[in-house]
């Protein structure tokens, strides 16, 4: 398995990179986003690696979130590498984050490949997907909201209002914010 490629820039299209490793050259799928932000011939990509019976293919990346996401993404079904490198090139990890968080339909519905069925059933699959960001009290945060809407939603109380309890919360972590939002629902 090929998890990763260090070498020089043969040759660079929009979403597809010829990547010269001592000697061997490797065809390399990438997003839009990946490729806008290749700026040396000199380059290390992250990568993941699908084998099928007819064809062996490399998909690069720049940033591990958009390989996660990526890696996620291809895990439902119906989605292809095609349409995962469609929703890498349209979408930061952070920005399809935001909009499976606010299960937005509409956004999804904009990556080529997609209509509103495979939107739905991706936002239902991919419900929590959250990346590793470099800001930990925001993810941190975003995570801890999530588990206490779960734990909410356990004990029998509706997805939107949940949601819209948990917004107007102050706490950060989940214990308190459980605590909080259950003193706003009893109300």
Known sequence: MIVGILGTIEKKEPTLLNVNVNGIIYEIFV?????????????KLFTTHIIREDSQTLYGFLDPNEKKLFDTVIKINGVGPKVALAICSTFT??????????????????????????????????????????????????????????????????????????????????SDLVREALKQLQK
């Open 31 to 43: 997003s839009v986003n990946c490729s806008s932000k290749i700026i040396d011939d000199k380059i």
């Open 93 to 174: 990890p952070s920005s399809f984050s935001q909009i499976v968080s606010a299960n937005d339909v509409s956004m999804l519905k904009r990556v080529p490949g997609i209509g509103p069925k495979g939107a739905s059933r991706i936002l239902v699959e991919l419900s929590g997907f959250i990346i590793d960001g470099e800001e930990e009290g925001i993810e941190g945060s975003a995570s801890s909201t999530l588990e206490a809407s779960l734990a909410l939603e356990s004990l029998g109380f509706k997805k939107d209002i949940v949601s819209k309890v948990l917004k107007s919360c102050k706490a950060t972590n989940t």
